[in-house]
């Protein structure tokens, strides 16, 4: 096999694999609105919470989430880290975020 047919094979098969991992298409965590607030704000917070989360995923800025979950950052796939961002910025935002929401921070 010649050197030029082997580097195709190889980037072919980078190529397959990346495309197998997808990003998240949105929350896997259930968030309820704040006392009083008013449905509409809520869905605003939550449209504003799930950018905030995917511009964490892309700047890999969700250590600070991972840590306070007790568990490295590479240890969590990308929804893990995408739910604790959502999760972080929907609380900040006064919304009610049960105990038992967070994300499983088990590795798969």
């Known amino acids: 096999m010649s050197i030029l047919y082997r580097v195709q094979i190889a980037v072919m098969v980078c190529g397959v ?5 997808s990003q998240p298409i949105g929350p896997a ?3 309820k609105p704040g006392r009083d ?6 869905l605003h917070d939550d449209s ?12 890999g800025g969700d250590a600070r989430a991972a840590s306070d979950a007790h568990v490295s950052r590479a240890q969590l796939n990308m929804q ?14 006064g919304n009610v975020v ?3 929401a967070a994300p499983s921070t088990q590795p798969e």
């Open 17 to 21: 694999a990346a495309g197998c991992v």
């Open 29 to 31: 965590v259930a968030v």
């Open 37 to 42: 607030k008013p449905f509409t704000v809520f």
């Open 48 to 59: 504003q919470c799930k950018q905030y989360a995917m511009d964490q995923l892309a700047r």
């Open 80 to 93: 893990q880290r995408y739910d604790l961002a959502y999760l972080e910025c929907m609380h900040a935002k």
């Open 98 to 100: 049960s105990d038992g």
